[in-house]
């Protein structure tokens, strides 16, 4: 069983940044498969960065060059640094880790943009 609790979250500016965090439970972190999806109202469940177990990245392509995913295995904690934010990146964010047979999600953190 894998735990995910993400924090970072939170009310920022247009052009602004944030970084998420998602914190693990239990080991072998590093055989996971992370991701960073979000949800925005009335939208569905999109993924946006994805990291591999061997560093491989991801991304949709809304965010390419303003978002970077990244993980350290020593801490089970995978990030996503959000730089130039935008209005349309306001959504809940979720973790998600995965690997064969095992898929866990997060509670989720919400990230609002103002313009």
């Known amino acids: 069983q894998v735990q995910l609790v993400e924090s970072g979250g939170g009310l920022v500016q247009v052009g602004g940044s944030l970084r998420l965090s998602c914190a693990a439970s239990?080991?072998?972190?590093?055989?996971?498969?992370m991701g960073w999806y979000r949800q925005a109202p009335g939208k569905q469940r999109e993924l946006v960065a994805q990291?591999?177990?061997?560093?491989?990245?991801n991304y949709v392509d809304s965010v390419k060059g303003r978002f970077t995913i990244s993980r350290d295995n020593a801490k089970n904690t995978v990030y996503l640094q959000m730089n130039s934010l935008k209005p349309e990146d306001t959504a809940v964010y979720y973790c998600?880790?995965?690997?064969?047979?095992?898929?866990?999600w997060g509670q989720g953190t919400q990230v609002t943009v103002s313009s």
């Open positions: 990291i591999t177990s061997d560093g491989s990245t």
């Open positions: 998600r880790a995965t690997r064969i047979l095992r898929d866990y």
């Open positions: 239990g080991s072998i972190f590093n055989m996971y498969t």
